[in-house]
């Protein structure tokens, strides 16, 4: 009843006119933002930084929040209307967002995704509110061991699980952790990988792979197909809201995403992206086992679920920024330097020293998710209203949109040129059947694996069993090896289907004798 009680005190706080406004104003710049491929939330309240500090610091925070929200929100758009995600947590929903935008359903991906950002936002907040000492103590048990387990995790679900085909997935997964590792080590300061070219020093960035791989590459494998010289047709925006249907099947996977973000916030250096490809990837299975997937073709699922995974995680990453003093992702880091610049320190003891500004900071987070529904739900049906441009002139859009975005982040044309050179590679993938998925979480993990399984390695002076010396990390192993099982299993019950199939036609064929 205590929390309850500040929790209370925090909404009288948050929902002054004043206050309300400028996280309304929080919400429509972070969405705004989090359009542009390589901007997202970070940036948004990168850039707002300075602004801020005109305004008292309950009334920034507040702002901070709704930004965060909707930045998260805003990547999810033109993921679904253009296969270009506006930042890495939102992969995930091109895969299936954008097939269902091609099928005329691009009011519902954006609805599923609004919807599954409002469930896991709220959830998740809730258990912020609540629980946030107990998920601190979980965060305190994870170390290098537990985090390479969590990327293995990861690495298996979707190179056996997002795909059809474990061995290409595998390929595809080794091309995303060969490019991950160009540029300078980190720790040893070796030159890798770089061919000798000097821009490629500082790596290849994420987004330069992912706007290429989904968006560059699509449009190169339109042009390229048979036929895709004809005069392009404008797509159907389609109906304006979720059926019955739609409900039905959304309603799981928004809670079985927030349940598998919730976690992942909490833990450093978990980020977005693990869980919502956690979260594809359990969908796809399910569907499969149902006998009614339309994952490839864009089922609802594979939007709903990963949505609700990314904002379950966007708001359990204030427990260790507020309880520990620790950012979990970009945006967390930013505003952990807006509370230095207020002269306050993120710890235990911020909920005493600063109870007022935390829990109205909290309460704020449940407004800006309630506003980020409100304001976005409505906008489904006219976003998707920019399918009816003919196609010609999308792709066109989207190839300089696509442009400009990645020169804005370092200013440099050579990432121009490596942008084409990825959505070649693109092109080539789609064009021998090699799954794209694989090769962006190999790119996002690829690092996080290799860096904490060479701090484990130094700690244990070289003893691998270090890897398997805590029970979270064998529990992750185990789930491991649950998955492989289950697909060894899955392989041989297919064949053991196929072969009766095959005979019967053996036999229902001619015999040749007259």
């Known amino acids: 009843m205590d929390a309850l009680s500040l929790?209370?005190?925090?909404?009288?706080?948050?929902?002054t006119p004043v206050n309300l406004l400028w996280c309304l104003a929080g919400v429509v710049l972070g969405t705004a933002v989090g359009v542009l491929p390589g901007?997202?939330?970070?940036?948004?309240?990168?850039?707002?930084?300075?602004?801020?500090?005109?305004?008292?610091?309950?009334?920034?925070f507040i702002m901070f929040a709704g930004i965060y929200y909707g930045g998260q929100f805003g990547?999810?758009?033109?993921?679904?209307?253009?296969?270009?995600?506006?930042?890495?947590?939102?992969?995930?929903?091109?895969?299936?967002?954008?097939?269902?935008?091609?099928?005329?359903?691009?009011?519902?991906?954006?609805?599923?995704?609004?919807?599954?950002?409002?469930?896991?936002?709220?959830?998740?907040?809730?258990?912020?509110?609540?629980?946030?000492?107990r998920m601190v103590a979980f965060a305190l048990g994870f170390g290098p061991a537990e985090y390479f387990a969590l990327a293995m995790l990861a690495f298996v679900s979707t190179a056996a699980v997002v795909t059809s085909s474990p061995a290409r997935g595998i390929a595809a997964l080794g091309m995303g952790i060969a490019l991950s590792v160009v540029g300078i080590d980190d720790q040893s300061g070796a030159v890798r990988m770089t061919l000798g070219i000097p821009q490629l020093l500082d790596g290849?960035?994420?987004?330069?792979?992912?706007?290429?791989?989904l968006a560059v590459g699509e449009v190169l494998h339109s042009a390229f197909r048979p036929g895709g010289d004809a005069p392009a047709r404008a797509l159907d925006s389609?109906?304006?809201?979720?059926?019955?249907?739609?409900?039905?099947?959304?309603?799981?996977?928004?809670?079985?995403?927030?349940?598998?973000?919730?976690?992942?916030?909490?833990?450093?250096a978990g980020g977005a992206e693990i869980p919502t490809f956690l979260s594809y990837g359990a969908e796809k299975a399910l569907a499969r086992r149902r006998g009614r997937s339309?994952?490839?073709?864009?089922?609802?699922?594979?939007?709903?679920?990963?949505?609700?995974?990314?904002?379950?995680?966007?708001?359990?990453?204030?427990?260790?920024?507020?309880?520990?003093?620790?950012?979990?992702?970009?945006?967390?880091?930013?505003?952990?330097?807006?509370?230095?610049?207020?002269?306050?320190?993120?710890?235990?003891?911020?909920?005493?020293?600063?109870?007022?500004?935390?829990?109205?900071?909290?309460?704020?987070?449940?407004?800006?998710?309630?506003?980020?529904?409100?304001?976005?739900?409505?906008?489904?049906?006219?976003?998707?209203?920019?399918?009816?441009?003919?196609?010609?002139?999308?792709?066109?859009?989207l190839v300089v949109f696509a442009t400009v975005g990645v020169y804005a982040g370092k200013g440099s044309v050579f990432e121009v040129g490596l942008l084409y050179a990825v959505g070649a590679l693109g092109l080539l993938m789609r064009r021998y059947g090699i799954p794209v998925a694989p090769v962006l979480i190999g790119v996002i993990l690829g690092p996080l694996a290799e860096g904490e399984l060479r701090r484990a390695m130094a700690a244990s002076q070289g003893d691998l069993a270090i890897l398997v010396d805590s029970g979270i990390a064998v529990g992750i192993y185990a789930v491991i090896l649950a998955v492989a099982v289950g697909l060894v299993a899955k392989?041989?019950?297919?064949?053991?289907?196929?072969?009766p199939t095959g005979r019967a036609a053996e036999e229902a064929a001619p015999s040749g004798r007259g």
């Open 204 to 213: 290849v960035d994420i987004v330069v792979v992912t706007v290429g791989l």
């Open 238 to 268: 389609g109906t304006p809201w979720l059926s019955r249907a739609d409900w039905r099947r959304s309603w799981g996977p928004w809670l079985r995403g927030t349940a598998l973000g919730l976690p992942f916030g909490v833990v450093p």
């Open 7 to 15: 929790l209370m005190g925090g909404f009288a706080d948050a929902l």
């Open 491 to 499: 392989r041989v019950r297919d064949r053991r289907r196929a072969r």
């Open 294 to 397: 339309e994952f490839g073709r864009g089922a609802i699922e594979g939007v709903a679920g990963p949505e609700a995974a990314n904002n379950a995680t966007t708001a359990t990453a204030m427990i260790p920024l507020l309880g520990l003093g620790l950012p979990t992702s970009a945006t967390a880091a930013v505003m952990l330097a807006a509370f230095q610049q207020y002269g306050m320190q993120p710890g235990p003891l911020l909920f005493e020293s600063e109870g007022d500004l935390v829990w109205a900071l909290l309460a704020s987070m449940f407004v800006g998710t309630v506003l980020l529904l409100v304001i976005n739900l409505p906008f489904a049906p006219l976003w998707a209203r920019l399918l009816r441009l003919p196609r010609r002139h999308l792709y066109a859009g």
């Open 75 to 133: 990547g999810a758009t033109t993921s679904i209307l253009l296969n270009t995600p506006g930042q890495s947590s939102s992969i995930v929903t091109a895969f299936e967002g954008h097939a269902m935008a091609l099928r005329g359903r691009a009011a519902q991906a954006l609805a599923a995704s609004v919807i599954g950002s409002f469930v896991g936002g709220i959830i998740a907040t809730t258990v912020v509110a609540f629980f946030a000492q």
């Open 39 to 60: 901007l997202g939330s970070s940036m948004a309240v990168a850039l707002l930084l300075p602004l801020t500090f005109l305004l008292e610091p309950t009334a920034a």
